[in-house]
């Protein structure tokens, strides 16, 4: 505030009329009965309220320095009146803060302080140190009313009153400057840091002062803790804190019981704030890391891959043109989910090899995989959230058919029930062909151009033939000793087998025997390749594929055809036909199609 000389009351002034103070302020029981048993509320009003109708007794000031002021006068001047005591008010409540909470701690006083700094933590659900911020800039808000309104009166007044008005005013100002200065250095709130602020002995007249000292000094420092700390604090002789009355029989130790459970809840968020040992058991909640639930994750990703899916999604990105950062992450979210998948399968099919190399439960163990696996999901979920509530949808959509695929898949070889052609080809769509169709229904989403442009029968068809091809190479030796055998999974090639009723009598009779030994020998796994050498199983295979091939053909041709309707620069889309000729060729380590 600007600087105001300090009032002086004149020589010929006259009291204040009896009937302005009693009509115009409350009395002093009044006020005080107010704020002693005002309880918090909920209701927000409650603490401007309060604060309007604070304990600053403003009433005695004319009595003091004999203004001359009518009741018309006072009223006009209440406004800045008002302001004041909530400058006065606030500096109280900022600096007796702990001073408070001992107190309340100490006489076993249900619920926070009666204090506008413990009104605004409970409020805004803050910390103390919280609380007095928010309290500093309301103070400083205030003030600045405080002089808009201070330059208002003064000039509307008129002459006559002007130097009476002005000697009000910076009896106003400097009580609540005034007040500032004396509790931050005043002995009332002194901390034993400054030991020339406490109180000398002389001054120490009663039990209640010592203790009050005592705590307060510990509860600024850091060295008081939290009230459970305070359930038996050490009180010499047999005084109480407040009135002399013996405690405990005079014992000198004050049990603290029955303690609020949200005074205790906002110590334990607050006062550590000022603590410089705080136990771990106080400490504020952290993040935590996921490093440790990402290690299996990390383990697989190490692998290597072809990498279909990106590759497919930069294909896709020719005809969408999405966004860098949308791009990046819907492959986050395909490559997190497909290595779920892969963890999950490994250990639902109990199969203790990926990519050549022992599976993430072989090494992180069975549930840790599991969790990282379930963790993916909640991952891919908040990468989701990144681009659009209908991204979620579609996240969901297509996750909910990954499952339900995989569920088919475990449900068949579980209760080993022969499945149809039909059933194989819908539980892939679900299982293999989800995550292609959720990668371009996700970048359609996100699409600059071409957003209605229809992908997914296309990419189902891709998934088709890659699941299809996994299977015949998988029973060509190339993924170690045909462990798809020893899983007793249904592969496409198996079902045509079982379905030729020329061949299938020995090989059910295998599969059975695999059921019951959980694994079969390299001899019963060389007559089961026999068998489907004899049904033209692998032919039969290679046929579909080639199919499955002519018919992306054609449907890449008719999305190509109707991109140059509308005037698409790019003829043709040579990322997809580059995977497709890649999946065609003979695998130099998977082997040839043809085998």
């Given at each position: 505030m600007?600087?105001i000389?300090a009032?002086?009351?004149?020589k010929?002034?006259?009291p ?6 009693k009509?115009?302020?409350?009395t002093?029981?009044a006020?005080?009965s ?8 909920e209701a ?8 309007r109708?604070g304990?600053?007794f403003w009433?005695?000031m ?17 406004c800045?009146?008002?302001l004041a005591?909530q400058?006065c ?5 900022l600096?007796s803060?702990?001073?408070?909470w ?8 249900p619920?926070l302080p009666t204090?506008s700094?413990?009104i ?8 103390l140190?919280e ?10 808000d205030?003030?600045?009313s405080f002089i808009?309104v201070?330059e208002q009166l ?6 006559h ?5 002005a000697?009000?005013?910076s009896?106003l100002?400097y ?5 500032v200065?004396f509790t931050?250095?005043?002995p009332?709130?002194a ?5 020339g ?10 039990r209640s ?11 600024k ?9 305070m359930?038996?604090?050490q009180?010499?002789?047999a005084?109480s804190?407040?009135?002399?009355h ?13 303690i609020?459970?949200?005074l ?6 607050g006062m550590p ?8 058991w106080l400490s504020k909640?952290?993040k935590?890391?996921?490093e ?8 697989i990703?190490?692998m290597?891959s072809?990498?279909?899916?990106n590759?497919a999604i ?17 492959k986050?979210i395909i ?6 998948s892969?963890i999950?399968?490994?250990?639902e ?5 990926r990519r ?16 990282t696996a ?5 991952k891919c979920?908040f ?9 979620v949808a579609?996240?969901?959509d297509?996750?909910?058919?990954l499952?339900?695929?995989q ?19 819908q539980?892939?769509?679900g299982?293999?062909?989800g ?5 371009s229904?996700l970048?359609r989403d996100?699409a600059?151009?071409?957003?209605d442009?229809e992908v997914e029968d296309?990419?189902?068809?891709i998934g088709?033939?890659f699941?299809?091809?996994d ?5 060509a030796?190339?993924k170690?000793?045909?462990?798809d055998?020893d899983e007793?999974k249904?592969?496409?090639?198996l ?10 009598h ?11 030994r ?20 692998m ?10 091939s002519?018919e ?11 991109l140059a309707?509308?005037?698409f620069q ?8 580059a995977i497709?000729?890649?999946l065609?060729?003979p695998?130099?380590?998977m082997?040839?199609l043809?085998r």
């Amino acid at each position: 505030m600007a600087y105001i000389p300090a009032p002086s009351p004149p020589k010929n002034s006259r009291p204040v009329p009896e009937e302005y103070l009693k009509d115009y302020f409350p009395t002093l029981e009044a006020r005080v009965s107010y704020r002693a048993d005002d309880e918090l509320r909920e209701a927000s009003g409650m603490y401007e309220e309060w604060l309007r109708r604070g304990g600053c007794f403003w009433n005695m000031m004319p009595h003091f320095h004999g203004f001359n002021f009518t009741k018309e006068n006072y009223r006009k001047l209440n406004c800045a009146e008002i302001l004041a005591y909530q400058l006065c008010i606030l500096t109280n409540d900022l600096y007796s803060a702990e001073n408070e909470w001992v107190a309340q701690v100490g006489m076993d006083k249900p619920g926070l302080p009666t204090s506008s700094l413990y009104i605004i933590m409970r409020l805004h659900d803050v910390s103390l140190g919280e609380a007095k911020e928010i309290l500093k800039r309301k103070w400083l808000d205030i003030e600045s009313s405080f002089i808009q309104v201070r330059e208002q009166l003064m000039a509307e007044c008129g002459p006559h009153l002007a130097s009476e008005y002005a000697r009000y005013l910076s009896c106003l100002q400097y009580a609540a400057t005034g007040l500032v200065v004396f509790t931050k250095e005043g002995p009332r709130y002194a901390s034993h840091k400054d030991p020339g602020t406490i109180p000398s002995a002389r001054d120490r007249n009663t039990r209640s002062r010592i203790y009050h000292e005592k705590h307060s000094s510990r509860a600024k420092t850091g060295q008081m803790g939290s009230p459970i700390q305070m359930m038996h604090l050490q009180v010499p002789g047999a005084d109480s804190l407040t009135n002399g009355h013996a405690v405990e029989n005079g014992h000198g130790r004050l049990e603290l019981q029955n303690i609020n459970r949200e005074l205790a809840a906002k110590t334990a968020n607050g006062m550590p704030e000022t603590r410089a040992d705080k136990a771990p058991w106080l400490s504020k909640y952290t993040k935590l890391s996921d490093e440790v639930n990402l290690k299996p994750y990390d383990y697989i990703k190490s692998m290597p891959s072809k990498g279909i899916r990106n590759v497919a999604i930069d294909a896709l990105d020719i005809w969408y043109m999405v966004p860098q950062r949308s791009l990046e992450i819907v492959k986050n979210i395909i490559g997190m989910l497909h290595t779920s998948s892969l963890i999950i399968d490994d250990i639902e099919d109990c199969s203790e090899l990926r990519r050549g190399q022992s599976s993430a439960h072989m090494v992180f163990g069975i549930p840790q995989s599991i969790n990282t696996a379930n963790y993916l999901f909640v991952k891919c979920l908040f990468e989701a959230q990144k681009l659009s509530p209908s991204a979620v949808a579609i996240f969901e959509d297509e996750l909910r058919n990954l499952h339900i695929g995989q569920g088919l898949d475990l449900h068949w070889t579980f209760h080993q029930e022969c499945l149809s052609e039909a059933e194989y080809i819908q539980m892939i769509d679900g299982k293999t062909g989800g995550l292609f169709r959720m990668a371009s229904r996700l970048m359609r989403d996100q699409a600059i151009q071409n957003k209605d442009l229809e992908v997914e029968d296309l990419l189902t068809l891709i998934g088709r033939f890659f699941q299809i091809r996994d299977d015949h190479q998988t029973l060509a030796r190339a993924k170690g000793s045909l462990s798809d055998l020893d899983e007793g999974k249904y592969s496409f090639m198996l079902i045509h087998a079982l379905n030729n009723q020329k061949h299938n009598h020995q090989l059910k009779s295998l599969l059975q025997l695999r059921l019951q030994r959980g694994f079969l020998t390299e001899e019963q796994k060389d007559l089961i390749m026999k068998i489907m050498g004899r049904s033209n199983s692998m032919e039969y295979t290679a046929m579909a594929l080639k199919e499955i091939s002519m018919e992306v053909e054609v449907k890449l041709g008719y999305i190509e055809a109707q991109l140059a309707e509308r005037g698409f620069q790019e003829d043709k889309n040579w990322i997809i036909r580059a995977i497709m000729a890649r999946l065609r060729l003979p695998d130099p380590i998977m082997g040839s199609l043809m085998r």
